[in-house]
């Protein structure tokens, strides 16, 4: 087992490599009662039982689960079963289940224990590190949430031989993600034909979690964990959701390199590697010509409501991060054409 600890408000350990059954019974050996928040897969697929002391709530499959209704339903099993402050909530499933059992928690009471146990590949080396949490608005994704880290963070790597290959290629978008802001070694690894999930996935971690313990309310290191994902949230939406997170964001890797070659002399091999890199995973590396003033206009949107600025993060090199402000919308219209089709 590797562990490799976050610092939030509170240190906390990632441990990679457990047997996610045993940390459950250990978890609630801890506490006088557990509510164990996982989609209804997870909780037939391993015939999960209530005890006194273990409660479930079963949540719709993806990003439906992340709504105020489902909440709102969490806090009413919370309320009948009765969970207390010294007791504890497990989230069990992908990002979007993280998210939810986290905000239940910090909400229920004014914030109890929680742990995440992740078992999509995103949501190990992504969502279910470095303490955000949180729901859907009818206005934008992720836009009710709040930062509250869990008491651990347990990565069962068996998780793996369970998911889909698309769901799989979708997660490694993260992490080849942290081996272009800060591990060469990533990269490296990538491209072995027998692939180590254990080493990069704990790289990943690793690279997450010294970026989240620097900053962990986000106030500008953070923002390069959002590498590819300024233009990748808006090719998401646009997609109307059909396409992964991790699909969209290889996508806009691919357009934040070829925005750092014109606007960080980013060399062309390192472009050529991210094009190489995704194409590998069976990752999409392009979007139609045609969504340029759809993606602009739903950029422009984003940027309002969040109240936020046009930020893009871009590479110097391999492992350098940079901040492009206010790019204009020629020098985004001439970069999209290099990952137009
Ligand atoms: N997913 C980016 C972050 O956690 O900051």
Not at 156 to 185: Q, W
Not at 225 to 250: D, F, M, P, Q
Request: net charge positive; with cysteine; charged share 25%.
């Amino acid at each position: 087992m590797k562990i490799i600890n976050v610092k939030g408000e509170h240190r906390y350990p990632v441990k990679v490599g457990v047997n996610w059954t045993n940390e459950v019974k250990a978890i609630s050996s801890i506490h006088n009662k557990v509510l164990i928040i996982a989609p209804k897969s997870i909780v037939s697929k391993y015939k999960l039982k209530e005890s006194s002391g273990v409660k479930f709530f079963t949540t719709p499959e993806g990003e439906n689960q992340k709504n105020i209704n489902v909440l709102d339903k969490v806090w009413s099993k919370c309320a009948a079963e009765g969970i207390a402050r010294a007791d504890a909530i497990i989230g069990i499933g992908g990002g979007a289940t993280t998210d939810l059992a986290g905000f239940a928690a910090s909400s229920w009471l004014r914030g109890i224990s929680w742990y995440a146990i992740p078992t999509s590949l995103a949501g190990m080396v992504d969502a279910a590190v470095g303490g955000k949490t949180g729901i859907n608005a009818r206005s934008g994704k992720n836009l009710i949430g709040s930062f509250y880290s869990p008491t651990e963070v347990l990565i069962d790597l068996a998780f793996l031989n369970t998911l889909p290959k698309r769901d799989l290629s979708a997660g490694m978008a993260e992490v080849l993600k942290c081996g272009f802001i800060a591990d060469y070694k990533i990269l490296n690894l990538a491209q072995d034909d027998d692939l180590d999930y254990q080493q990069l996935i704990t790289r990943a971690i690793k690279v997450k979690a010294d970026v989240v313990s620097k900053d962990f309310k986000e106030s500008k290191l953070r923002e390069i964990l959002n590498y590819g994902h300024t233009l990748g949230h808006a090719i998401e939406k646009n997609s109307g959701y059909k396409l992964r997170h991790g699909e969209a964001v290889s996508i806009g890797m691919v357009f934040a390199a070829e925005l750092s070659r014109k606007l960080s002399g980013l060399s062309d091999d390192a472009v050529l590697l991210h094009r190489e890199l995704l194409r590998n995973f069976d990752l999409p590396i392009s979007y139609p010509i045609n969504k340029f003033k759809p993606l602009l206009a739903l950029l422009a949107k984003d940027k309002k409501v969040r109240n936020s600025k046009l930020r893009f993060i871009g590479i110097s090199k391999i492992g350098k991060p940079v901040w492009f402000d206010d790019v204009s919308p020629s020098t985004l219209s001439k970069v999209y054409e290099r990952i137009a089709k």
